[in-house]
């Protein structure tokens, strides 16, 4: 095998700082330069689409996909976030002024339950009201303040945020317009073979769009139609809960399931025995059959990885990055998984060690 040279070895060195260095300076803005990437994946096939349009005139191609994204994504987005933020409010007033009673709503179902249920209950030291109640309690007002606290955060980081969107819609643009180039480039200087590469990029593409593309647009649908129920069976903040809904199904085995199935056991132990069949019926037969059909039609059964992969990377991904981990852990586990498995199966790799 052969040695570097001093002067390889000091360009590496250059190289690795430098390396280092760029990234260090782009990290205050990751999540937008993260977003700008993941978009520019997602709407490449338009962009190449109007880029045929418009006789193959690439700023004009990149000004209509950036106009269209933010008509059709950020637009939404915002108008969801001030609804979402006005809910929230409300939810955290109510829960101040007693209006929203946790240990009422338990008290109500312990109530409606028969006695030997109760009695098995006891038997865990369930239905014990005052201590139930003071963890309801506890954690209500938890939860209430973490609201509050994030709205209050989003107020004050309205300039931080702006700037986010202005450098992520800057570089959207330029990432459309010459992201072809730009990723050749990559590929020419990465240090495998072609076949490695062309393997190992497919792999990332594919599973950003099918991430984004299928589990969110899966996840809209889901919240969407859980928080249409709850307006329509009078549960208060529907905008609220259809966002949570949205955020759980995003998680494989978790699902909104968690949100809407409670519900529909109050509906059912406080005498509201329609709006428990009927919330049962319709997250059983629609919100839940929407994964069984969409997913399949919008990610595809062969890029989609097990679900235990997906839950695991999922939470560890938003564990460590925030909210925009829910890509960044799937897409880190599907390299992975195509890396081991180059590795496994390649020849090359295992010829030294015959």
């Known amino acids: 095998m052969n040695q570097f040279t001093l002067q390889q070895k000091v360009f590496l060195l250059l190289l ?35 880029l045929v349009k418009t006789k193959h005139k690439p700023t004009t191609a990149a000004l209509i996909t950036l106009l269209s994204i933010v008509v059709m994504v950020i637009i939404p987005v915002g108008m969801i976030a001030a609804s979402l933020a006005k809910q929230a409010v409300g939810v955290y007033n109510m829960i101040g002024t007693g209006h929203i ?6 008290r109500q179902i312990i109530n409606a339950l028969p ?8 038997r865990f030291d369930i239905t014990s009201l005052a201590t139930l109640q003071t963890k309801l309690q506890a954690a209500a007002s938890q939860i209430s303040q973490t609201a509050a606290k994030q709205v209050i955060n989003i107020g004050r980081n309205t300039f931080d945020f702006l700037v986010g969107m202005t450098v992520m819609l800057y570089l959207l643009f330029f990432l459309l317009r010459d992201g072809k180039a730009l990723a050749a480039r990559i590929r020419q200087a990465v240090p495998l073979s072609r076949k490695f590469k062309q393997r190992l990029f497919n792999n990332f593409t594919t599973v950003i769009r099918a991430t984004v593309k ?32 949205a955020f759980l199904s995003l998680l494989p085995a978790v699902g909104a399931a968690i949100v809407w199935a409670p519900v529909a056991v109050y509906f059912l132990v406080t005498g509201s025995i329609w ?44 564990e460590l990055f925030g909210l925009t981990g829910f890509v960044i852990g799937p897409v880190i586990a599907a390299l992975f998984i195509a890396c081991w498995d180059l590795f496994a199966t390649e020849d090359e790799f295992h010829e030294e060690s015959v």
């Open 275 to 318: 709006q428990g069949v009927a919330l049962i019926a319709f997250g059983v037969l629609v919100i839940g059959l929407v994964d069984n059909v969409l997913r399949p039609v919008l990610v595809g059964k062969d890029t989609k990885m097990p679900d235990y992969v997906v839950l695991i990377s999922t939470l560890g991904g938003m």
């Open 16 to 50: 690795s700082l430098v390396t280092i260095g760029f990234f260090w300076i782009l990290f205050p803005y990751a999540g937008a330069v993260f977003w700008g990437l993941v978009l520019a994946i997602l709407f490449e096939p338009m962009y190449r689409w109007l």
């Open 101 to 106: 009673d946790f240990g009422m709503y338990f």
């Open 115 to 122: 006695q030997w249920v109760v009695s098995l209950l006891e």
């Open 214 to 245: 299928g589990n969110v647009l899966v996840a809209i649908a889901q919240g969407a139609l859980g928080g249409l129920a709850f307006w329509a069976l009078g549960v208060q903040a529907p905008m609220l809960w259809a966002v949570v809904m």
